[in-house]
C-alpha cells in the first residue's frame, strides 16, 4: 500500500507497521475526536523529534474545542486554513513520503473518512545554545559559532548576509537513514556550473547513512586518499558569509556544529577570520608569522638532520662544536633522535587533547617539560634536539586550520626521512614532488594555488592582503559572474 486508503484503521496499521509498533515505544500514536466535524482522527509523531508543546496548544486544543466553521466539504483544507492555523502544515497521501516527513519531526493528522491525511511541521531537536568557538578564536570579531541546528546556523549566516539572492537548496541523501543537506549560494555570484557540479556530486552519494557533516566531506572530496583536503570546514558563521561573498558554496547538515565551504584554495586553509578585523599591518604581520610558522614546522627537524650528517659545513663552527660535544654520550643516529622526540610530542599532543578538560594542559605542559628533561639527564636525545622539536611545535600550533596542520606533521616525518637519506637533495626532491603535486591538484575545477599559480585577476589576497578600501574585485578563479564588489574611485 502506498497510498492512504481513507480508513483509519488501515491507515493506522500499516505505519505501525513501518514504525515497529509496539516494540518501538518512540512511535507515539494520539487518538482525537474532531468537534467541529464530528470525525474521529488520530495524530501520530515519533518522540524527540516533535515539539510538544506545539502538537498540545497549536494543533490538538484547537481540534477538540467546538469552534463553528464554515463547513466545504473538505475536511482538510478546512482544517488547514481555520483550525491548525499556527503551523506549516500540507495533504500528503504517499505513505512513503510521510514517513520520511515524520522522521524529520513532522506530525500526521489522519481523519477517518479522509484519503488525506495532514502533514504538520512540529520539529524540534534538541540543541545547545549558542556558544563561542571552540577552535577559530579571535581577538577582535563576533564571538559566535555554529551549533547542531542548521535552522540556527541558516539563521546565523543571513543575520550576517542579508541579501534577497542567498539561495538555500535541500539535497537528501542516504538509503536508508534519510539526511538533509542544505546547500547555500548566492544567485548571481556563484558560478551555476559549480552549483550543479556540488549538486551532482552530493545526489550521486550512494550510502545508507551519512552521519555529519565531516563524513559528507569524505563523500565529495576529489581525491580520498590525498595527502591534500580540497575541502575547508568552519564553525564561524562570518567566515561563512565572506566566503559566499565571493562565489562559494556552503554546504550544512543537522547534528554538525561545522560547515563545508567548496571550491577552496590553499589560502583559504593558509587565512583566519581575524586578519581581515585587524588593520592592513597588523593583519599582515600575523600570516606571515603564520606562513614561517608554516616553514618552521615542515622543514626544521628535516634540515637539522641533513646539516649534522651531511652538511657540518653549513654550521658555524662553534655551534657544529658544541652539538658533536652534546652528542659524544648518545648512542643512537641523529635520525633515531629525531623520531624519538618527534613522536614522544605527537604523544603528548594526542594525550591532551583525548584527556578531560582539566587535565588536558597539565598533562601537555608537565609531560613535555619532564619528558624532555628526563631524555637529556639519561642521555637518551641532546639538548639541541630538546630546542628544536620545541620550536617545531609551536610552530605547528600556529597552522590555523586543523586539515593543513595534519599536512604539515605527516609531511614533517616525510621529509625527516628524505633528510636522513640523501640529506639536502633528498629535502629538496620531496620538497619539489610535493609542489607539482599541489600544483596539480583541483578543487571541483578550481587551480588549487589559484589565484596566485595560474594566475587570474583578484584582489590580492593570497598570502598578504591589501587594504579593505582596496578589495573591490571577487577572486575570477571561483565566479565571473559579477566580479565587482564594489567600483572604487577613478574605475568606470
Not at 108 to 116: R, T
Not at 178 to 195: F, N, R, T
Not at 372 to 389: E, F
Not at 413 to 426: Q, Y
Amino acid at each position: 500500500m502506498e497510498k492512504l486508503t481513507g480508513n483509519l484503521t488501515i491507515d493506522l496499521d500499516a505505519f505501525k507497521k513501518i514504525f515497529f509498533f509496539p516494540k518501538n515505544k518512540d512511535f507515539i500514536i494520539r487518538p482525537i475526536h474532531i468537534k467541529a466535524y464530528d470525525v474521529d482522527g488520530v495524530i501520530v509523531y515519533i518522540s524527540g523529534t516533535a515539539c510538544i508543546n506545539t502538537l498540545t496548544k497549536d494543533i490538538i486544543a484547537p481540534l477538540i474545542e467546538e469552534k463553528a466553521v464554515d463547513i466545504t466539504g473538505d475536511i482538510t483544507s478546512d482544517i488547514i486554513k481555520k483550525i491548525a492555523t499556527m503551523k506549516d502544515a500540507a495533504k500528503v497521501s504517499n505513505i512513503q513520503e510521510i514517513t520520511k516527513a515524520m522522521v524529520k519531526g513532522n506530525s500526521l493528522l489522519l481523519i477517518e473518512g479522509c484519503a488525506e491525511g495532514i502533514s504538520i511541521d512540529t520539529s524540534e531537536f534538541e540543541h545547545r545554545p549558542i556558544d563561542k568557538p571552540e577552535v577559530e578564536n579571535v581577538l577582535k570579531g563576533p564571538k559566535e559559532s555554529f551549533i547542531e541546528s542548521t535552522l540556527v546556523n541558516r539563521s546565523l549566516i543571513r543575520k550576517h548576509l542579508k541579501y534577497e539572492n542567498l539561495i538555500t537548496e535541500t539535497i537528501e541523501v542516504g538509503e536508508k537513514g534519510k539526511s538533509d543537506v542544505y546547500m547555500m549560494y548566492i544567485e548571481g555570484i556563484a558560478d551555476p556550473q559549480l552549483v550543479e557540479n556540488v549538486k551532482t556530486r552530493i545526489e550521486s552519494i550512494e550510502t545508507d547513512f551519512v552521519l555529519t557533516i565531516s563524513i559528507l566531506e569524505q563523500f565529495i572530496e576529489e581525491r580520498s586518499y590525498s595527502l591534500i583536503s580540497t575541502v575547508l570546514s568552519t564553525e564561524r558563521p562570518d567566515r561563512a558569509a565572506s566566503f559566499l561573498n565571493e562565489g562559494h558554496i556552503i554546504l550544512l547538515m543537522d547534528g554538525s556544529s561545522l560547515c563545508l565551504v567548496v571550491p577552496v584554495t590553499f589560502w583559504s586553509f593558509f587565512h583566519t577570520s581575524e586578519d581581515q578585523y585587524l588593520r592592513w599591518s597588523y593583519g599582515n604581520f600575523t600570516r606571515l608569522v603564520r606562513l614561517l610558522a608554516i616553514f618552521v614546522s615542515v622543514l626544521t627537524p628535516g634540515m637539522y638532520i641533513a646539516m649534522t650528517n651531511y652538511h657540518v659545513e653549513m654550521i658555524p663552527t662553534d655551534l657544529a662544536i658544541s652539538i658533536a660535544a652534546a652528542r659524544t654520550l648518545i648512542p643512537f643516529p641523529v635520525i633515531i633522535e629525531v623520531f624519538f622526540m618527534e613522536v614522544s610530542f605527537e604523544l603528548i599532543r594526542e594525550a591532551g587533547i583525548r584527556s578531560p578538560t582539566t587535565l588536558g594542559n597539565t598533562i601537555g605542559i608537565v609531560g613535555a617539560l619532564i619528558l624532555g628533561q628526563a631524555a637529556v639527564a639519561a642521555n637518551i636525545v641532546s639538548p639541541i634536539l630538546v630546542i628544536i622539536v620545541s620550536i617545531t611545535g609551536l610552530s605547528s600550533f600556529a597552522v590555523p586550520d586543523i586539515n593543513l596542520n595534519f599536512t604539515t606533521r605527516i609531511l614533517r616525518f616525510a621529509l625527516l626521512v628524505a633528510g636522513g637519506l640523501m640529506g639536502f637533495l633528498g629535502v629538496a626532491l620531496l620538497l619539489t614532488v610535493f609542489l607539482i603535486y599541489v600544483i596539480s591538484i583541483t578543487s571541483f575545477g578550481v587551480p588549487y594555488l589559484s589565484p596566485l599559480a595560474p594566475h587570474y585577476p583578484s584582489s590580492g589576497n593570497t598570502y598578504t592582503r591589501p587594504p579593505a578600501k582596496k578589495q573591490w574585485l571577487r577572486p575570477f578563479n571561483i565566479s565571473t559572474l559579477d566580479p565587482i564588489r564594489r567600483k572604487p574611485k577613478g574605475k568606470e
